[in-house]
C-alpha cells in the first residue's frame, strides 16, 4: 500500500485536530464582531458597541490603538480606537484573542509555549511599529500564530511532541527537523492549514513559511511582513529557548540575515525585549496568571549581554548590520512609495504618519509633522507628527494663509519648498519661529492647491542632505500628495483624516 504524501499527512492531522470537542472554535460574540466588521453596512457606533461588551477585546483594542498613535494623546475611547486602527486591524485582534484566550488555561507547558507565542506577538508588533508599511495589529496577529503549530502538537498530540523534544535535546536536530522525522510534516505545516481551515487572511498563512514568502519578492509589504514575523519568532527563540551565548550567536546570524529588508540595529533589540516582555507580562496579567517575570528579565539580560560583549569584540573586523542613514531613507521611502501608489484601504492619517515617520526616521530630522489648509482655506495648521515633544510643534504651527501671514504662508502660497541650515536668508525666518538649526518645508499640492505641508526640523547643527536624499523626499511629498487626491475622491476615509 502506497504510503501517504505529507500533504495527505497534514490533511489527516487537521481533520483530527478539528473534530476533537475543545478545539478552539470562534465564540459566538467575537463571530458577530467579525461579522459586524464584513459588513460594509455597519457603522462604527455599532461595532464599537459590539466591542464594548468584551473586556478583553477592548482592553487590547485601546492599547494597540495607543501603540499605533504618534500624537501624543492618549486614546481612551474605543470608538476612537476603531477609527484609528480601523476595521481590519479589529478583525486582527478579535483573532488573536480568539487563540490566546483558548490556550492560556491549559496545562502549564502549552501555557508556557503561549507565553511565547504572545512574546513574539510582541516583538513582531513592536517591529512592524519601526516600518512604515506594516500595520502593527496586523503583525501582532502573524506574530502570535508564528507558533501555532507547536502549540496545537504540544497540547492535542503530547506523545509525538515528547519525541520531537527528546530528538531536538539528543540528536541537536532543529525543530523543523524532528517534527519532520516523527510526524513527516513540520509544525508551520499544521499551523498554516489551521489557519486556512480558520479563514484567516492569507497574508496570516503566508507568514507561516516566511523564507519562501521573503525570497520571493523583496519590496512588497508580503515579504516584508513575512520578515519581521521570521525576525521577531528567532528573537523570542534567541532569547527564551537558548543559553545566553548560542542565542547571542542565532540572533546575530538572524539579524545579519535580515537586515537586507529590515532596518533593524542591534541596539533595537534590548528596547524590543523590553517592550515585549512587559506588554506579555501585563496581558497575562490581567488574565489572572501571574509569569515568572524575574527569570524571565534575567534571560533577557543574559542575551543581550552576551549579544553587545560579541559586537564589541569583533567591532574592528565585522560591519553592523543596520545600514547607513542614506540607505535607510532609500528603503523606507521606496516602502512607503510603494503603499501610497498602490490602492490602499489605510486610512488618510495612517499614510501620513507612514510618510512622516520615513522622514523622521530616514533623513534625521527631530521632529516632523503635517500641517492641514482648514476647510475654509484661511490658515495652515499642525494635526499630527512623530518625534520628541511634538505636540509643542503641532501647537505652535498656525499660520494665516495670506501675504502677511509670515514666511511660512508666504512660501506655501508660492508653493516653494524651503530646506537647508538657518543661517540661510529663506531657512533662517523660518526658522527663527521655531528656533530650530535645520528644516525642511514641503507644500503637498493638490489639483493646484496647497492641501497642507510638511514640516521637519533639528533643533541642533546637522550635515546638509545631499541631492539623492532632497529627490527621495520630493519623491514622497509627491507619492502623498497623489494618494490624498485619491482618498479626497473617497469620502468614507477622508472623512476620518483629522483635517
Known amino acids: 500500500m502506497k504510503a501517504p504524501s505529507r500533504e495527505e499527512r497534514i490533511a489527516a492531522c487537521v481533520s483530527s485536530l478539528t473534530a476533537k470537542p475543545d478545539f478552539p472554535a470562534f465564540s459566538q460574540h467575537i463571530q458577530k464582531v467579525l461579522a459586524a466588521v464584513e459588513d460594509n453596512e455597519s457603522t462604527v457606533r455599532e461595532l464599537t458597541g459590539l466591542i464594548m461588551r468584551d473586556y478583553s477585546l477592548s482592553l487590547k483594542l485601546l492599547r494597540t490603538a495607543n501603540i499605533y498613535n504618534l500624537s501624543g494623546r492618549k486614546i481612551l475611547s474605543v ?12 478583525r486582527n485582534l478579535a483573532s488573536s484573542l480568539l487563540i490566546f484566550e483558548h490556550f492560556y488555561k491549559k496545562p502549564s507547558g502549552v501555557r508556557e509555549l503561549m507565553m511565547l507565542s504572545m512574546l513574539s506577538a510582541n516583538h513582531v508588533r513592536e517591529i512592524a511599529t519601526r516600518v512604515p508599511t506594516l500595520r502593527p495589529e496586523e503583525a501582532y496577529l502573524c506574530g502570535m500564530v508564528r507558533n501555532l503549530g507547536e502549540v496545537l502538537i504540544g497540547y492535542y498530540l503530547p506523545g509525538p511532541y515528547a519525541r520531537i523534544l527528546k530528538r531536538m535535546a539528543d540528536r541537536k536536530q532543529t525543530a523543523s527537523a524532528a517534527s519532520l522525522d516523527v510526524l513527516q510534516f513540520t509544525f508551520e505545516d499544521i499551523g498554516e492549514a489551521v489557519i486556512r481551515y480558520w479563514g484567516m487572511p492569507e497574508q496570516v498563512a503566508a507568514c507561516q513559511q516566511s523564507q519562501s514568502a521573503i525570497r520571493a519578492s523583496k519590496a512588497s509589504p508580503e515579504s516584508l511582513m513575512a520578515a519581521a514575523v521570521t525576525l521577531g519568532h528567532h528573537i523570542t527563540t534567541a532569547v527564551y529557548r537558548m543559553d545566553p551565548k548560542e542565542g547571542a550567536d542565532h540572533l546575530k546570524a538572524c539579524l545579519r540575515e535580515q537586515s537586507a529588508w529590515l532596518p533593524i540595529a542591534r541596539k533595537e533589540v534590548e528596547e524590543i525585549l523590553k517592550i515585549g516582555l ?14 515568572d517575570e524575574l527569570r524571565l528579565e534575567a534571560q533577557t539580560r543574559s542575551t543581550v549581554q552576551a549579544l553587545a560583549e560579541d559586537g564589541s569584540a569583533q567591532s574592528t573586523g565585522e560591519a553592523d548590520p543596520s545600514p547607513p542613514d542614506g540607505d535607510t531613507l532609500e528603503r523606507l521611502a521606496k516602502d512607503v512609495c510603494l503603499l501610497l501608489d498602490s490602492p490602499s484601504e489605510f486610512e488618510l492619517n495612517a499614510l501620513i504618519l507612514k510618510v512622516l515617520e520615513a522622514i523622521h526616521r530616514g533623513a534625521g530630522f527631530e521632529r516632523v509633522i503635517f500641517a492641514f489648509l482648514n476647510e475654509e482655506g484661511t490658515s495652515i495648521e499642525g494635526r499630527i507628527g512623530v518625534g520628541d515633544n511634538v505636540d509643542s510643534l503641532i501647537e505652535q504651527f498656525k499660520f494665516r494663509m495670506s501675504l502677511g501671514g509670515g514666511p511660512v504662508s508666504l512660501a506655501l502660497l508660492l508653493k516653494h519648498t524651503v530646506v537647508g541650515d538657518t543661517g540661510g536668508a529663506e531657512a533662517n525666518k523660518i526658522g527663527r519661529l521655531f528656533g530650530s538649526s535645520y528644516l525642511c518645508l514641503y507644500p503637498v499640492v493638490v489639483a493646484r492647491q496647497v492641501v497642507g505641508c510638511i514640516y521637519g526640523e533639528c533643533r541642533n547643527p546637522r550635515p546638509d542632505l545631499n541631492s539623492r536624499d532632497l529627490s527621495i523626499l520630493e519623491e514622497l511629498r509627491d507619492s502623498l500628495a497623489a494618494a490624498i487626491a485619491r482618498l479626497k475622491r473617497r469620502p468614507a476615509l477622508a472623512a476620518k483624516a483629522v483635517w
Request: glycine fraction near 12%; aromatic fraction near 4%; charged fraction near 10%.
Open 79 to 90: 470608538s476612537h480606537a476603531v477609527i484609528m486602527i480601523g476595521t481590519e486591524g479589529v
Open 278 to 291: 512587559s506588554d506579555t507580562q501585563e496581558s497575562f496579567s490581567a488574565m489572572g496568571i501571574q509569569l
